[in-house]
């Protein structure tokens, strides 16, 4: 053994001692504090006796948390993750009591609720000291980075010559920052929250540029990033929608109906995905054909071996300091939650909604697991040398729609975000393969009081009053629908106060639908799309009903001649003559008028698609659902994300231009339009330097089939064409394994993100 593998051997060993040394005089400390934990016998014992034991207990449950508490993990694969998290403390406590019977003479003793606390705080003390020793021995640091990166090299992969050190073309990593809109990044920087983003990327030596992207109507994350990972969001015109022929809802946020939503966007598109060579999807709804998976909700509704989705986050929470730190954090931020919800009431903000019941779980969830999972799956994934990592990081989004996406929480939210940026910019300078960061986001938030705060009834309630059905009493005693019913009553001829039929049509009610401020309005005994005229004989008040009512932008509604888009005062447009900023669109975004013309061709746009009003001087709608900060139709900022890439990849504009030239229709209004273009832009970028990505063309093998198959794991969708320089990464890990999301990339112990 050489001289540096001595020094290498004894910094490690000294580093072990001092762990060993610090959690020795916490469990002394914790021992003459807690009334029900001892680590003497009830006699008595010596100053060195009780140091002896103390140390003895502090190894062993090291020893254990090393080699027990992964095996514990695995064992647990079932568990939902927040159950995961309240069980990391009771785990924890239970290793604790097992290495306190291992002390001789049985000295070590501790009340089952008293184990919890000490092992919570021994775990965190621990991994603090292994934390701070590691960011003061960078020398250390960087050495375990080289065998990181050695250990991929000794898998026979020949190092690029034109960058020593480093293997094969770069990798790319997406993450998503999900709801931050492009002012509001640009804002962030500017402001100082965000100092990675504004230094290291928005700079103007940075080498990377930043451009907004136009969303289609359905601004929201399950058409947009359904359309950046698998190329088509055709036929989802909201975040949820009613389809007749099954009598279903689908949501985006359902496993199931993710499932589904994948599958018809590779049944349109014949191909697997962006990430279906060698690929990891992280945190997102779509897994995008990756064979790596963590927290994929349309993987979720799997069964068997292709519900893979969990492995990140147990490869994460296998370490006990992880689990520990995340579950004290996640405590912390539930404890945040309540305190910023408090004085906002105290304080009487407005606008405001409702933030109690199981909300700040939610939000905890949101803002801490699922960002500090994602972030060690993509550090995973980095040190793997993976070809294409896509994350989603929600914890604005959740933020912004309870708080403001202009509140201070939400900056708050930012901040932490860019913690998480910077840690993942370092480790690229040490990765086995340089990587390129892309920054980019699914859509923004628009502000603004809920259509039920400020006009005191629903959406549905609405809907209900102009179709001359009951509606709550709270909702009975507003103008809105005191004047919806008198409008039914004028057009059905009866007097105000006249009684109703003696023997009425029995109808079945409407489905009505929130997504932000979109709302659908379908009926479901009237097979196909409802016309326009077909729903004037049956409910002759709604439509006027619902597109005079202040809230309300404009209402797409189909016809025996053509669909229509209805605004206030009688306004009434054919949807092909439809034009930005004009009638009924009136004060909207360029690209409104294209955006509906879309959506009316798909075939389960509702019957009535209602957008709110907008207001283009304070930039706010009026969201259907409770959410003050919201997105999901048009207005505003909701349909302005954004696109941050270095320099050295061509230009979305350019890629644009060239399809145009190609034969491909000009973008409305000019500039990037639509996610399925953002999604023809990153595959460009990835081919640029990892070859092309192609359909697989096999006998028999119809699109339909593939779309039908279960997926990604059991069909093989793409191939890749390269030259002998550009082999994927990871060939050793196919989209067919079963391997950890984090197989042989351990997180290092750097300064974490958490609260």
């Known amino acids: 053994m050489g001289d540096g593998k001595w020094r290498t051997a004894g910094r490690t060993l000294m580093r072990v001692i001092a762990v060993w040394a610090v959690s020795t005089v916490t469990l002394l400390v914790l021992a003459g504090a807690l009334p029900d934990f001892q680590l003497q016998s009830d006699d008595g014992d010596t100053i060195t006796r009780t140091a002896f034991t103390a140390a003895w207990g502090a190894g062993a449950f090291g020893l254990l948390s090393a080699l027990v508490w992964p095996v514990l993990v695995r064992a647990l694969l079932i568990v939902p993750a927040l159950v995961l998290g309240a069980l990391v403390f009771f785990l924890n406590g239970s290793l604790l009591l097992i290495a306190l019977r291992l002390i001789p003479d049985g000295r070590g003793d501790a009340a089952p609720e008293t184990a919890v606390v000490v092992a919570a705080v021994m775990s965190a003390v621990a991994s603090a000291t292994s934390t701070a020793l590691a960011v003061r021995d960078d020398e ?21 010559p034109a960058e020593p050190g480093r293997e094969g073309p770069p990798g790319t990593v997406f993450l998503q920052l999900d709801g931050v809109g492009h002012d509001v990044l640009v804002k962030a920087a500017a402001a100082g929250l965000m100092p990675t983003v504004a230094a290291g990327w928005l700079a103007d030596s940075s080498g990377h540029r930043l451009t907004p992207w136009r969303t289609d109507w359905s601004s929201q994350t399950g058409a947009s990033q359904l359309a950046i990972l698998h190329g088509s969001n055709h036929d989802v015109p909201a ?80 370490d006990p300091a992880n689990a520990t730190r995340t579950a004290l954090s996640f405590v912390a931020e539930v404890l945040r939650e309540i305190g910023q919800s408090t004085r906002a009431r105290a304080r009487k903000v407005t606008p405001r909604i409702k933030r109690g019941g199981l909300y700040p779980f939610i939000r905890a969830f949101a803002t801490v697991v699922e960002r500090d999972v994602v972030v060690a799956a993509v550090l995973g994934d980095m040190f793997a040398g993976r070809t294409a990592v896509y994350a989603d990081l929600v914890a604005y989004d959740e933020v912004a729609h309870h708080s403001g996406p202009r509140s201070r929480d939400a900056e708050k939210v930012l901040v932490r975000l860019d913690r998480s940026l910077a840690l993942i910019a370092k480790i690229a300078d040490h990765t086995p393969r340089a990587y390129r960061v892309v920054l980019l986001s699914d859509h923004g938030q628009s502000p603004g009081e809920t259509f039920a705060g400020k006009y005191g009834l629903t959406l549905k309630d609405l809907v209900r009053a102009g179709c001359g059905l009951p509606v709550p009493r709270r909702a009975q005693r507003t103008r809105s629908a005191s004047e919806a019913r008198d409008a039914v009553r004028i057009a059905l001829h009866r007097p105000v106060e006249g009684q109703q039929d003696e023997h009425p049509v029995k109808l079945s009610d409407p489905v009505v639908l929130a997504s932000g401020n979109l709302g659908l309005i379908s009926f479901p005994d009237i097979e196909g799309r409802a016309s326009r005229e077909h729903i004037e004989r049956r409910h002759p008040a709604l439509l006027s009903t619902l597109a005079n009512h202040p809230g309300i932008g404009f209402l797409l509604v189909g016809g025996e001649d053509g669909s229509v888009v209805l605004g206030r005062g009688g306004a009434e447009v054919p949807v092909a003559e439809l034009t930005d900023g004009e009638g009924p669109l009136a004060g909207f975004d360029t690209g409104a008028a294209d955006a509906v013309r879309r959506t009316d061709t798909f075939p389960h746009v509702a019957d009535v698609m209602v957008n709110s009003m907008y207001d283009p001087g304070t930039g706010t709608v009026h969201a259907f659902e409770e959410q003050i900060g919201s997105h999901g139709g048009l207005g505003g900022e909701q349909s302005r994300p954004f696109l941050l890439w270095p320099r050295g990849l061509t230009d979305p504009l350019d890629i644009v231009a060239a399809e145009t030239a190609e034969g491909a229709a ?90």
């Open 239 to 318: 975040f949820r929608w009613y389809e007749k022929e099954t009598r279903t809802v689908m949501v985006s946020s359902r496993p199931a109906s993710a499932l589904e939503m994948q599958r018809r966007a590779i049944r349109r598109t014949h191909d697997g995905g962006l990430l279906t060579v060698d690929g990891a999807s992280r945190g997102n709804l779509f897994s995008g054909g990756a064979g790596q998976l963590a927290l994929v909700l349309s993987m979720a509704a799997r069964r068997g071996k292709g519900r893979r989705s969990r492995a990140g986050y147990f490869a994460y929470f296998s």
């Open 666 to 755: 000009p973008p409305p209004g000019g500039g990037l339009v639509g996610a399925e273009t953002v999604h023809r832009v990153l595959t460009r970028w990835l081919q640029e330097s990892s070859g092309p990505q192609v359909p697989v063309r096999e006998e028999g093998f119809a699109g339909a089939d593939l779309a039908d198959e279960p997926f990604p794991a059991d069909t093989p969708v793409l191939e890749k064409t390269s030259t002998p320089t550009e082999t994927p990464a990871t060939t050793e890990t196919p989209a067919t394994t079963e391997a950890p999301a984090t197989t042989e990339a351990p997180v290092p112990d750097r300064p974490d993100t958490t609260a």
């Open 140 to 160: 250390a640091y960087r050495r375990r980075l080289s065998r990181l990166a050695d250990r991929r090299r000794r898998r026979g992969r020949s190092p690029d």
